[in-house]
């Protein structure tokens, strides 16, 4: 298959660097930015000698640049790991959350509907929110977000299911990785450095390390390669979540970084989200249940801790 990779560089996209250097596939990885010496030495460490560096600049606002890259590439399938992700930033920059969530997305589901390609588009728990929820959060739950990246980010969804393109949309909370900014390296940092740190204890999810949905993204790629690339429709075309299994706190999560990674003498200790004011009322419960991808898919998942464990060296 060819298979064209939006946001290349990011957490997501780098781990299916990582994973295209085993595939047969033809991989072709876009981004507009481009990477320093040091992600570019990580993609080496954790990928070997065979891991593909470059990227192709593609702006996916420019629906002729997408239509452009995808048909000169034969493009089978797409996937979409470029967004803008910063929720307090989205508060001041809706315009341009709109365009990069929603907009841009609608550009790739125009042109994969075109080209009879399949999108694989990233989504996010974010989408709920509004409405208190006590149980995991199923794929045909009313979105409800509560800030503008959650909303942009509804909307990239809908432009995608409109589209009348082939599409699996993937539903993830609480991403880290070895690259990039998140939560994981943000504590490795604090937990190194600080004698003592605060982390909010009153919102409840689940983290999800990116080799794991990177890996589950390649699955979907594989089983739709046996679907037939070219069939007019694909019959596991919907909305799915994944992120790891299990539940936590941010406070368990910062806790569980601190003794993996050996950073033992900071005390880690449970604190109210009021207690760190933000632009965004973010999800309070946002859980999401995977049993649709895991009976569809036949992916397995892992639990939570296995992938901090890999991600802090063990």
């Not at 449970?270 to 991808?293: G, M, N, Q, W």
Request: proline letters at 4%; one cysteine or more.
């Amino acid at each position: 298959m060819n298979i064209l990779v939006t946001g290349s560089y990011g957490q997501l996209g780098s781990w299916l660097r990582i994973m295209s250097a085993g595939s047969s596939d033809n991989f072709l990885f876009t981004d507009v930015a481009e990477a320093g010496e040091e992600q570019l030495a990580l993609l080496r460490r954790l990928g070997g000698d065979r891991v593909p560096l470059s990227s192709e600049r593609l702006d996916i606002t420019d629906i002729d640049a997408v239509r452009k890259a995808a048909s000169e590439h034969k493009t089978d399938v797409i996937v979409n790991c470029a967004a803008f992700t910063n929720v307090d930033a989205a508060e001041d920059k809706p315009e341009l959350a709109e365009l990069l969530n929603a907009g841009a997305v609608r550009n790739l589901a125009e042109v994969a509907h075109e080209l009879g390609a399949l999108l694989v588009h990233v989504s996010t728990d974010y989408v709920f929110g509004g409405d208190p929820y006590n149980t995991p959060c199923t794929e045909d739950r009313k979105g409800t977000p509560t800030g503008v990246y959650g909303l942009t980010k509804l909307h990239g969804e809908q432009a995608v299911t409109a589209s009348g393109c082939k599409y699996v949309i993937l539903r993830t909370a609480w991403l880290y990785s070895e690259f990039g900014k998140n939560f994981l390296k943000t504590m490795l940092s604090l937990t190194a450095s600080k004698p003592e740190i605060r982390v909010v204890f009153d919102q409840t999810g689940t983290p999800t390390y990116a080799a794991g949905l990177a890996s589950a993204i390649m699955n979907i790629m594989k089983d739709y390669a046996s679907a037939g690339l070219g069939r007019a429709d694909y019959p596991r075309s919907g909305i799915y979540n994944y992120s790891d299994e299990g539940v936590c706190s941010w406070f368990d999560f910062a806790r569980a970084v601190g003794v993996f990674s050996g950073h033992s003498s900071c005390r880690v200790l449970p604190c109210h989200s009021d207690e760190y004011p933000s632009k965004v009322k973010r999800p309070a419960y946002s859980v999401l249940d995977k049993t649709r991808i895991k009976e569809v898919f036949g992916i397995e998942v892992p639990y939570w801790t296995d992938g901090v464990k890999k991600c802090c060296g063990l």
